[in-house]
């Protein structure tokens, strides 16, 4: 009774009327995303928990709708939504409920949003009172399931500190804040698809000693450096691009307007797009798989992190004349091009995590798709691609110009979002008959 309230008292507001033309773009479950991302950055949520985040609010939104018109195996809550119930209304109180839990200060925001799209759905002649209300107390009773389920998976917002080690190759505080590991909670977090945290665990990083790091070494300090004389101005600028953002952001705006436009050609598991292309289901499960993958690559990637425990350029390169390897020469005043981030070096993070993007959307959209990108943090600045491959390039060389990753672990972290991802795409959502 009191959500069936609720909507009737949104659904009166008129002037809400005026506003929704302006924000709806090109469903309930595009639009919900976008809120959500924004959500994150005026949050200040950090790339890492961005993840977690998204997953909990698309495997929201996916298993509201699929629990209405029961297409595909679900995240987790098994199809119950009522005989004639909106999946629309479902869709937006699904990510409307989760996202006022996880960012209580943004309620009034959301409450306002929330509006707008119940005002639009009320609006449509095929839509009824009765199956919109059955709509919204579905959507609140998977987002409740979903959000209890993960408040059990192991995420601890603030985890004893981890401070690494002072042996040779071991990671260690760097500069400029020398602050704890972050995130080492995620090594061991429940995942949403793949079996383990370690089950896609890469090789490692090279030995110290061996040619191949000390490969990785002499580029990273060459074209890392902060004064670097051959990084060219296109490279300081994709690097700057890659990492003002989270990827979860920049992925999912490329979802969201791949989607909009309409143009998925490629096959999937259960045959030919055909008449279902940019269905609220269709696209429910494109953002759902995304996010999913993309949050099961990063538990793998920080699960790979701590284990390995690898040190930073920032700091393997001042002690270069420890590391037992006379190709390595040591530059004690060396600085990469931006602040390394507080974690331990192999395998990066965003080429993990990119890789597992790059899969689920070649999958949808094609791998030769062209496609651009824009940063929330960057305003202007656009990066234009021929396929997703040529972007998975990008990202790899985008660490290391910037001074924080060797080599081996952009090129070890994407092949296991790579390998997270077609796990990911062959186990999960998958056609229920």
Not at 15 to 44: C, F, K
Not at 164 to 187: D, H, L, N
Request: net charge negative.
């Amino acid at each position: 009774m009191r959500l069936v309230k609720r909507f009737c008292l949104l659904v009166l507001s008129l002037t809400i009327v005026l506003v929704a033309s302006s924000i709806v773009r090109a469903d309930e479950v595009t639009d919900w995303n976008q809120h959500m991302l924004r959500a994150g950055t005026v949050g200040g949520t950090s790339p890492l928990v961005m993840s977690r985040v998204a997953a909990i609010i698309q495997a929201s939104v996916f298993d509201a709708v699929n629990g209405i018109e029961r297409k595909y195996t679900p995240v987790r809550v098994p199809p119950g939504g009522a005989a004639g119930a909106s999946p629309r209304a479902a869709a937006v109180e699904a990510a409307y409920a989760a996202l006022v839990v996880l960012y209580p200060a943004q309620k009034s925001t959301f409450d306002a949003r929330l509006a707008v799209s119940l005002t639009a759905i009320a609006s449509d002649p095929h839509e009824t009172s009765a199956g919109m209300a059955s709509g919204i107390a579905w959507g609140q009773t998977v987002a409740n399931d979903i959000l209890s389920w993960r408040a059990t998976d192991g995420f601890t917002p603030a985890p004893p500190p981890f401070l690494g080690g002072t042996a040779v190759g071991e990671w260690r505080p760097t500069p400029p804040g020398f602050m704890p590991g972050a995130g080492p909670q995620f090594a061991y977090m429940t995942p949403w698809v793949i079996g383990a945290p370690s089950q896609f665990r890469p090789g490692g990083p090279p030995a110290l000693t061996s040619a191949r790091y000390a490969a990785d070494f002499n580029e990273t300090k060459t074209m890392g450096n902060i004064s670097s004389s051959l990084r060219t101005a296109d490279e300081t600028i994709y690097s700057w691009f890659w990492a003002a953002s989270t990827a979860t952001y920049l992925w999912n705006q490329v979802a969201d307007s791949l989607i909009e436009r309409g143009d998925r050609d490629e096959d999937d598991d259960s045959g030919r797009w055909g008449e279902r292309r940019n269905s609220l289901l269709e696209n429910a499960r494109v953002l759902a798989l995304l996010d999913l993958a993309m949050a099961d690559a990063a538990i793998a990637c920080w699960e790979a992190k701590y284990h390995y425990v690898f040190w930073r350029p920032v700091t393997a390169i001042p002690l270069g004349d420890t590391d037992g390897n006379p190709a390595t020469i040591a530059d004690p005043s060396w600085l990469p091009l931006f602040a390394t981030p507080a974690h331990p070096e192999y395998p990066s993070g965003h080429s993990t995590v990119s890789g597992a993007a790059a899969v689920v959307l070649a999958r949808f959209f094609g791998e030769k798709r062209h496609f651009t990108m824009d940063n929330d943090l960057l305003i202007g600045v656009t990066r234009s691609f021929s396929s997703f491959s040529q972007a998975l390039d990008e990202v790899k060389n985008a660490r290391i110009f910037a001074g924080i990753h060797f080599r081996s672990a952009c090129d070890d972290g994407q092949t296991t979002g790579i390998q997270v991802a077609n796990y990911v795409l062959d186990n999960a959502l998958l056609p229920a008959h």
